[in-house]
Nanobody, 123 residues
């Protein structure tokens, strides 16, 4: 499975961005997709996940109510709509795919990773 993330950029606090992740290759083997982020000097952390059917989404507490993850199976894409962005959301955002776990929230649950896209939120 190959993953290509896009949509990052620079936005002011309170603004919105939409990230997209396109999957290719053996996409039928996926169980879940997720978004993680990594800020400078910090560990990579879980942001949001979705079962590949799109039936279930789950979020880290710090993005609940602000971020929404969705999937389009026909296009093999997952999106992350990010609203009410804060400077603390500044990070490189990575999409990932799990072929083993439907409710995948840890780094170890994921098997494939995209290259990352930078999100910068200015105050």
């Amino acid at each position: 499975v190959q993953l290509q993330a896009s949509g990052g950029g620079l936005v002011q606090a309170g603004g919105s961005l939409r990230l997209s992740c396109a999957a290719s290759g053996r996409t039928s083997s996926r169980a879940a997709m997720g978004w993680f982020r990594q800020a400078p000097g910090k560990e990579r952390e879980f942001v949001a996940g979705i079962t590949w059917s799109g039936a279930t989404t789950y979020y880290a507490d710090f993005v609940k109510g602000r971020f929404t993850m969705s999937s389009d199976n026909a296009k093999n894409t997952v999106d992350l709509q990010m609203n009410s962005l804060k400077p603390g959301d500044t990070a490189v955002y990575y999409c990932a795919a799990s072929i083993r776990t439907y409710y995948a929230q840890s780094l170890a649950d994921y098997d494939y990773w995209g290259q990352g896209t930078q999100v910068t939120v200015s105050s």
